[in-house]
């Protein structure tokens, strides 16, 4: 069901991949209510609204970076800053990410390995 569709515009090659997020959509649209198989062209019209949504977002954020040339998280921050939910959200996952991190760091393998000899 993975159709790969390639167009070729100015500058880069545009790859949009057709029923990417199908599996996950179904679930999700499970988990918020719809029947637990839903339909597949209303899985495939979510999947589009979700590249299209994706899309948008990386151009808006590709478009505030411009002078740099490099896309940063603060980028698409700044491009949310007028969505307080979904900025919240990103702020929520960085941290969360963040967290994770310092966690993985602060993990000693030697000091598993000997609480689990003891």
Do not use: H, W
């Amino acid at each position: 069901m993975s159709d790969l569709k390639e167009t070729n515009g100015p500058g880069r090659k545009k790859t949009v991949r057709k029923g990417m997020f199908s599996k996950d959509l179904r679930l999700l649209m499970y988990g918020f209510g719809d029947v637990p198989t839903p339909a597949s062209d209303s899985i495939a019209v979510m999947d589009d609204l979700v590249i299209d949504y994706i899309t948008e977002m990386c151009q808006k954020a590709s478009g505030v970076a411009d002078t740099r040339g490099k896309v940063r998280v603060e980028d698409f921050q700044f491009v949310l800053r007028n969505d307080a939910k979904k900025l919240a959200r990103v702020e929520e996952l960085l941290y969360m990410s963040e967290d994770i991190r310092r966690a993985k760091q602060s993990f000693d393998p030697k000091e598993m390995e000997a609480a689990e000899e003891t």
